[in-house]
C-alpha cells in the first residue's frame, strides 16, 4: 500500500568532518591482495596510519552518497586520523569545484561529459563508490495503492503529453484504482544533480521524443512543471502539491518513508525498487577504461538494464580523482580513503541503504586507484 507522503526529517548534512572517536573500523571487506600495511604501512588495504600522507583533505560533490561517504569519513579517520571534509553539494556542484580545484577530489552520480572532461586540466578517473536508484514519486489525494508507471507514462508526463492522472496510459496499468481527473504537475531538481541525470538518461534511452527535445544531463531544460532544490525541495514539493510527481534518491524515499511507484523495466515485468534489484542492473556489466573517459559516458550507464529482475533508474555512483597530483601526501590520503570505501567500507553499503559494488567493478576501481600518480609515479606501492 502506498503510504501518505511526509515531509523530510533527514536533511543530508552539507559538511561532514572526521573527528575520530572510539569503536573498530569494518575489516573484513575484500582487499584486493594489495601489499600489507605490516610490509609498507602507506600501501593497502588501509591498516593504519601512514606517516608521510595528508592529515586534511576536501570534497564536494553528489547528494546521493553523502550517508556512506560520512561513515566512511568516520571510519577511515579512525584508522589513520586523517580529517576529510566532504560538502554534499550535487554532483553539478562537485564537477565544478574539481574543475576550478578548490577541493582535492569531487563526486558525481554521472560519468562527465565530454566538455566537462576537457575543461578540467591534466585529467581524471572515475572511482565507483557504491550503487544506488531514482524512483517516481506522487501525491495523488484518496489514492493509497502502489501506482505502476510504464516508460511511456513516466516519459509522457515530464514532457507534458500526458496531463492527467486518469490518462489512459496511466488508468490502463492500474485498474482497481480510482484514479481521479485531476492535472498532473511535474516536480524536478532545480539544481545541477546526478539524480536528475540519471533520470533523465533513464527518459532519453526510453523516449526518442524526450532524447530529441530534452536530452540527459545533470541540469537540463525541462518542458514544463516546477523546480525544487535538492531531494528534500523535490520530496517537499510533491507533499504539498495535491497531483504532484517527482523523483528523487531511492535512500532518500526509504529514509523519509516517502512512498514510490513500480515502474516497467526493460523486460516488460514491473519490479518494485530494492537494493537487490539494483544490483540485479549491473549484472554482466563490464566497466570501460575509466582511465580514458571520452566517448565512454553511454558505455558507464546501467538505466533500463535488460536483466529481468532489475529496476531500470539504477546507477553507479563515482568519486573524482586526478591523474596526477602535485602533493603526493594528499595523493596517498584520497587513494586510501577510496580503497577502503571500495572495500572494507562496503560492508556499510545495506545497512545504509546502498546496493554494493559488482566484484567486477572492484577491480576496475583497483585498476584505476594504481594508475594515479604523483610527479608522473604511482602513489599506491605495488
Not at 582535492?104 to 560519468?111: Q, W
Not at 484518496?142 to 492527467?164: C, E, H, Q, Y
Not at 565512454?296 to 563515482?318: D, G, H, V, Y
Request: proline share 6%; glycine share 12%; with cysteine.
Amino acid at each position: 500500500m502506498k503510504k501518505p507522503l511526509i515531509a523530510s526529517t533527514f536533511a543530508f548534512a552539507t559538511l561532514f568532518t572526521a573527528c575520530g572517536g572510539a569503536g573498530p573500523a569494518a575489516t573484513s571487506a575484500p582487499s584486493g591482495g594489495a601489499t600489507s600495511a605490516a610490509a609498507d604501512p602507506c600501501g593497502v588495504p588501509v591498516r593504519g596510519k601512514c606517516p608521510t600522507e595528508s592529515t586534511a583533505l576536501t570534497g564536494a560533490g553528489a547528494t546521493f552518497p553523502a550517508p556512506i561517504y560520512t561513515k566512511w569519513v568516520d571510519e577511515y579517520n579512525k584508522l589513520t586520523s586523517v580529517q576529510i571534509n566532504y560538502q554534499a553539494v550535487g554532483s553539478g556542484g562537485g564537477i565544478k569545484s574539481f574543475t576550478d580545484k578548490t577541493v582535492d577530489f569531487g563526486a558525481s552520480d554521472v560519468p562527465l561529459t565530454d566538455a566537462q572532461i576537457d575543461a578540467i586540466g591534466g585529467g581524471l578517473y572515475l572511482v565507483p563508490t557504491v550503487m544506488g536508484a531514482v524512483v517516481p514519486t506522487y501525491n495523488i489525494p484518496n489514492v493509497t495503492a502502489s501506482l505502476k508507471f510504464t516508460p511511456d507514462a513516466l516519459a509522457g508526463m515530464f514532457l507534458g503529453t500526458i496531463t492527467r492522472w486518469n490518462d489512459p496510459k496511466i488508468a490502463g496499468e492500474n485498474t482497481g484504482v480510482a484514479l481521479p481527473d485531476m492535472a498532473i504537475t511535474t516536480v524536478h531538481r532545480s539544481d545541477g544533480s546526478g539524480t536528475t541525470g540519471v533520470f533523465t538518461d533513464y527518459l532519453s534511452k526510453i523516449s526518442a521524443d524526450w532524447k530529441t527535445k530534452v536530452g540527459s544531463a545533470t541540469s537540463v531544460n525541462w518542458p514544463g512543471g516546477v523546480g525544487g532544490s535538492g531531494n528534500a525541495g523535490v520530496a517537499g514539493a510533491v507533499k504539498s502539491t495535491p497531483g504532484a510527481v517527482g523523483y528523487v534518491e531511492l535512500i532518500y524515499a526509504i529514509q523519509n518513508k516517502i512512498s514510490y511507484g513500480v515502474v516497467k523495466n526493460a523486460a516488460g515485468k514491473y519490479v518494485e525498487a530494492s537494493l537487490d534489484a539494483t544490483t540485479k542492473a549491473a549484472d554482466g556489466f563490464t566497466m570501460p577504461d575509466l582511465g580514458n573517459l571520452r566517448g565512454q559516458q553511454p558505455k558507464i550507464s546501467i538505466t533500463n538494464a535488460t536483466n529481468a529482475e532489475a529496476w531500470p533508474i539504477s546507477t553507479f555512483t563515482f568519486l573524482i580523482v586526478a591523474k596526477d597530483y602535485s602533493d603526493k601526501g594528499k595523493a596517498q590520503a584520497i587513494l586510501r580513503f577510496a580503497w577502503y570505501g571500495t572495500h572494507d567500507g562496503q560492508i556499510f553499503t545495506r545497512d545504509l541503504g546502498y546496493a554494493p559494488l559488482p566484484s567486477g567493478v572492484v577491480t576496475s576501481a583497483e585498476a584505476v586507484l594504481r594508475a594515479v600518480t604523483s610527479g608522473g609515479s604511482p602513489v599506491l606501492p605495488k
